[in-house]
């Protein structure tokens, strides 16, 4: 049974830094595209940032480019998500996601996903 567990997240100041890692078992994770979503309350799954196979290739939504960082450690299964400057509007649940296919950054497009992580940032 393939299961995908978050950790990493807590409340943070803003402009304080987390990282989060997504640890993967019971499946073949060097075969997975492997994506970041949030989502805070009333909205729904947003894209964060993807890497390809082999973590040769990364993709990031607009309003964390240049702040957020994904890489993956495929001798370790687990995918992360380094978060620097911080801010309010960060504020969400957390989710990694597997797909099978190729890379994307559309939520329905994913195969597996994890149960998530809480991330708050203050003011």
């Known amino acids: 049974q393939k299961q995908f567990v978050e950790s990493g997240g807590a409340l943070v100041q803003a402009g304080g830094s987390l990282r989060l890692s997504c640890a993967v078992s019971?499946?073949?994770?060097?075969?997975?595209?492997m994506g970041w979503f949030r989502q805070s309350p009333g909205n729904t799954y947003e894209f964060v940032a993807a890497i390809t196979r082999a973590g040769g290739n990364q993709y990031y939504a607009d309003s964390v480019k240049g702040r957020f960082t994904i890489s993956r450690d495929n001798a370790k299964n687990t995918v992360y998500l380094e978060m620097n400057r911080l801010k309010p509007e960060d504020t969400a649940v957390y989710y990694c996601?597997?797909?099978?296919?190729?890379?994307?950054?559309?939520?329905?497009?994913?195969?597996?996903w994890g149960l998530g992580t809480q991330v708050t940032v203050s003011s």
């Open positions: 019971g499946g073949t994770f060097g075969s997975y595209f």
């Open positions: 996601a597997a797909r099978i296919l190729e890379i994307s950054t559309r939520a329905g497009e994913y195969n597996y």
